[in-house]
């Protein structure tokens, strides 16, 4: 009896990529499974078909003989195909050490389990990771801080030194696994390995439990726990600190603790990445005749700032190397000075006169930008009147 076309058992193009002959491998083996086809002798024979056809396509060199030379390239010593492919039982032998070594991924999907070997159970576990957020002002972002935090996790028990067994006694082998943690079915002419019902996967069974941690080998507890913030850190930024998470189980590592910094909001600074902006107010005079300010800094000193005569709200001047400390450098970004022209309020009448000066057209060199504006204003509406 001839052998069927691999391409039209997988019921896939010659030209099918890598990734749609696995999908359609995925979904013959599915369907045609004997856990699903109970006593059908034509979908066992459907199912080693696609697992043989599989291990062939799967492979670019066996892929490329196949194109050229058919099923031919795997007989009489051609193609490799029986020493190291298909050899034995019908030309399936190959198949499950080829084929279904992809086999794990769709068992898991049926049954939550491998099909495969070496998944036994019973071994030490790493503890799970934790994540803490911790709270810091601008200046503690720019000069970096060494602080105490508490810190809520699993740790082992000390009473059965993480055994999880009284005093005095200890764990004992399940039976029924044999300490693996894993039991084997057989699902046709398939082997399958599921958790061990009787241990739930441990590989072992605690008959007289721990009094303090109750049998779980683990018991919450906190821990004051010294970290260092690094200088320049950013909002969001995580720290890994190892080893500092959940103890493990059985004997096993301890998970990571990371920190993630939350950077509180500044009175005067906004921050950019290692820039900060200021918003400084300054008076109609300065800002109309020039003059000097004073503005805060990060590491809580005072600079001045040179304010041109007819300096604009919104113009902005640069402070280099005032800026957040860099992480993991010396150097520092810069620090922005960004102006606003504030209106003065409770104008008494003779102030109230002289801002009104401003108004007369006369004047129009000392206001150019209200000047130009009001100007096409005006074209703008003797436009529209004509």
């Known amino acids: 009896m001839s052998k069927k076309d691999y391409y039209e058992v997988l019921g896939v193009s010659k030209d099918a990529s890598a990734d749609e002959i696995k999908k359609a491998y995925r979904k013959k083996a599915m369907q045609y499974h004997p856990d699903r086809n109970k006593d059908d002798k034509e979908a066992e024979v459907k199912f080693k078909e696609a697992g043989e056809a599989y291990d062939v396509l799967k492979d670019e060199q066996k892929k490329a003989a196949y194109d050229r030379y058919g099923h031919a390239a795997f007989e009489n010593g051609m193609g490799g195909a029986g020493a190291g492919g298909f050899g034995g039982a019908g030309g399936f032998g190959g198949a499950g050490a080829g084929g279904f070594a992809d086999f794990g991924d769709i068992f898991e999907e049926m049954f939550g389990g491998g099909a495969r070997g070496g998944f036994g159970g019973g071994g030490a576990q790493r503890g799970a990771d934790l994540q803490m957020g911790v709270s810091i002002t601008l200046e503690e972002a720019f000069k970096g801080k060494e602080m105490t935090i508490k810190v809520p996790r699993a740790e082992s028990c000390d009473t059965c030194k993480g055994s999880g067994a009284k005093p005095g006694t200890k764990p004992e082998t399940c039976s029924t696994c044999g300490g693996q943690g894993r039991v084997r079915a057989q699902q046709g002419f398939f082997t399958v390995e599921r958790t061990c019902h009787t241990c739930g996967g441990q590989g072992k069974i605690i008959k007289e439990k721990c009094a303090t941690c109750h049998g779980q ?143 007369d057209p006369k004047n129009s060199p000392n206001s150019p930008k209200s000047s130009a504006f009001m100007k096409k204003m005006k074209e703008l509406w003797d436009d529209l009147t004509d």
Do not use: W
């Open 217 to 359: 080998g683990r018991v919450q507890k906190e821990k004051n726990l010294k970290i260092s913030i690094p200088a320049g850190v950013d909002d969001g930024r995580r720290i890994r600190l190892s080893g500092e998470g959940e103890a493990g189980l059985k004997g096993g590592p301890s998970g990571d603790l990371y920190i993630v910094t939350k950077i509180k909001n500044h009175d005067f600074f906004d921050r950019e990445g290692p820039h900060l902006y200021c918003r400084v107010p300054v008076s109609v005079s300065t800002a109309a005749l020039g003059g000097n300010v004073e503005v805060p800094t990060i590491e809580g000193k005072r600079a001045s700032v040179k304010i041109p005569a007819g300096t604009q709200t919104g113009q902005q001047f640069r402070l280099k190397g005032k800026g957040m400390s860099i992480l993991r450098s010396t150097a520092r970004g810069d620090m922005y000075i960004e102006i606003f022209v504030e209106t003065p309020v409770n104008l008494d009448k003779k102030q109230q006169d002289f801002i009104k000066q401003f108004d």
